[in-house]
T-cell receptor
């Protein structure tokens, strides 16, 4: 079957750096996306990796290794507003269909 | 530019009732999709469309119908509501790898 695995919960301290990992087992893999979702809200797009390597967007970076079927989201200089759930999602084909992980709840302590 | 809009925001149904969840986007995106999200889980794809007149099933299509008569609108119909369909429903549209989500509809089936 097709699945994405990510930790259910991660705790970090304000101002620190945190990494959220995602491993995937899929067929027809095109790329890996990351989304943020605050409680009661809708998912919002953070990043997309189609090629191996690191993509940086401000305080957030995302990494992909296709050979290891693995990616991660790196959040730097954590702020309390970063407390949310983070989802990895794999693109299955060129029609932008996504298979989603169950999400990682990021808890930030002052 | 409203993005993706969904109505209603909240709905309570009795078992066996039918209803339509509305979704519209004003970004001229070809790709639209419907997801459901259950507590502590990722999003599961119900149906999707790659353009007007074209729809296809996702992971969990049973009990739901869709149609796409225009680029802008993509309604989701629940044929005969069941308690297992209690969930939060998100509509999304995409013109590339970023998916834009509506605010969601919280549906409870009694």
């Amino acid at each position: 079957g097709q699945s994405l695995e990510q930790p259910s919960e991660v705790t970090a301290v304000e101002g620190a750096i945190v990494q959220i990992n995602c491993t995937y087992q899929t067929s027809g893999f095109y790329g890996l996306s990351w989304y943020q979702q605050h409680d009661g809200g809708a998912p919002t797009f953070l990043s997309y990796n189609a090629l191996d390597g690191l993509e940086e967007t401000g305080r957030f970076s995302s990494f992909l290794s296709r050979s290891d079927s693995y990616g991660y989201l790196l959040l730097q200089e954590l702020q309390m507003k970063d407390s949310a759930s983070y989802f990895c999602a794999a693109s299955m084909d060129s029609n932008y269909q996504l298979i989603w992980g169950a999400g990682t709840k990021l808890i930030i302590k002052p | 530019n409203a993005g993706v809009t969904q109505t209603p925001k909240f709905q309570v149904l009795k078992t066996g009732q039918s209803m339509t969840l509305q979704c519209a986007q004003d970004m001229n995106h070809e790709y639209m999709s419907w997801y459901r999200q259950d507590p502590g889980m990722g999003l599961r794809l119900i149906h999707y469309s790659v353009g007007a007149g074209i729809t296809d099933q996702g992971e969990v299509p049973n009990g739901y119908n869709v149609s796409r008569s225009t680029t802008e609108d993509f309604p989701l119909r629940l044929l005969s509501a069941a308690p297992s369909q209690t969930s939060v429903y998100f509509c999304a549209s995409s013109g590339g790898h970023e998916q834009f989500f509506g605010p969601g509809t919280r549906l409870t089936v009694l």
